[in-house]
């Protein structure tokens, strides 16, 4: 990977981690989230109207799938409040990140081929398991 990208993931990973811990910390609301929503529209509007000669070449279909995935969006955004105000950070992000997952799981498991108990079952332990937190004492002493 060149040194550009490597500074471009970095860099994303800690305005991503900085965004977090700023929404948390301040205002964990779902208006907090729809002002912060339509600041990035505001600020990414300048490419939509540069490109305008290329939008009525875009199929009815691609518009339908935006609106469905800022609707989920949304979604997303007043969960993840509701989990700011409500629990901690560390329990409350990784949990809100893995969701959507978990239901692509289940949604495929279903469509692709009967589920059965025992996908059920394990899915159940996997989401049980990755929500509880590791005890610190498991961590005291440990030497690389």
């Known amino acids: 990977m060149s040194a550009a990208a490597t500074v471009l993931v970095l860099l994303s990973a800690f305005l991503h981690a900085g965004w977090n811990i700023f929404s948390k910390k301040h205002s964990p609301t779902a208006g907090f989230f ?6 990035t529209v505001c600020c990414f509007s300048p490419v939509l109207f540069w490109t305008t000669d290329i939008l009525p070449l ?4 691609i518009w339908w799938k935006l609106l469905l995935a800022g609707f989920f ?3 997303y955004y007043l969960g993840l409040a509701g989990a700011y ?3 901690a950070l560390s329990i409350a992000y990784p949990l809100a990140r893995a969701f ?3 239901i692509l799981v289940v949604l495929a498991l ?3 081929r009967p589920l059965v108990l025992q996908d059920t079952l394990l899915l159940m332990i996997i989401s049980w398991v990755s929500s509880k937190p590791f005890p610190e004492p498991l961590l005291t002493g440990f030497v690389l």
């Open 85 to 87: 105000q409500r629990g």
């Open 110 to 112: 279903r469509c692709l």
């Open 100 to 102: 959507p997952l978990c």
């Open 58 to 61: 875009l199929w009815s279909v």
């Open 34 to 39: 729809a002002l912060a929503s339509w600041g």
């Open 73 to 75: 969006q949304a979604v």
